[in-house]
């Protein structure tokens, strides 16, 4: 299984990105994707945002109004959009999925995407 995220990079404060991470790999059923952080030499990882299947989502209050988790089902796919971003939301993106694969529940993570805010 994989987890491949793309859209990170450097943006001024203020600014916009939207990440993305497919999912691939032997896959029969990809249940909650979502996106977690870590700021680099500082602690572990933190919640962003997840969605189920049914779109539900889970956002950490302190990003409610300025990130938007959407999925894309048959792309096993998940996104997140960032909107006024502060120098704080500098970190490392994570996806992460809890999916079955050859039958079995299990989860997976992505290797990361660097997110750096700053003028």
């Known amino acids: 299984v994989q987890l491949v995220e793309s859209g990170g990079g450097l943006v001024q404060p203020g600014g916009s990105l939207r990440l993305s991470c497919k999912a691939s790999?032997?896959?029969?059923?990809?249940?909650?994707m979502g996106w977690y952080r870590q700021v680099p030499d500082n602690g572990g990882r933190e919640l962003v945002a997840?969605?189920?299947?049914?779109?539900?989502?889970k956002y950490a209050d302190s990003l409610k109004g300025r990130f938007a988790i959407s999925r894309d089902l048959a792309a096993d796919t998940v996104y997140l959009r960032m909107n006024s971003l502060k120098p704080e939301d500098t970190a490392v993106y994570y996806c992460?999925?809890?999916?079955?694969?050859?039958?079995?529940?299990?989860?997976?993570w992505g290797k990361g995407i660097l997110v750096t805010v700053s003028s």
């Open positions: 997840v969605i189920s299947r049914n779109s539900s989502t």
């Open positions: 790999g032997g896959i029969s059923l990809v249940y909650v």
């Open positions: 992460h999925a809890d999916l079955i694969v050859g039958g079995r529940p299990g989860d997976s």
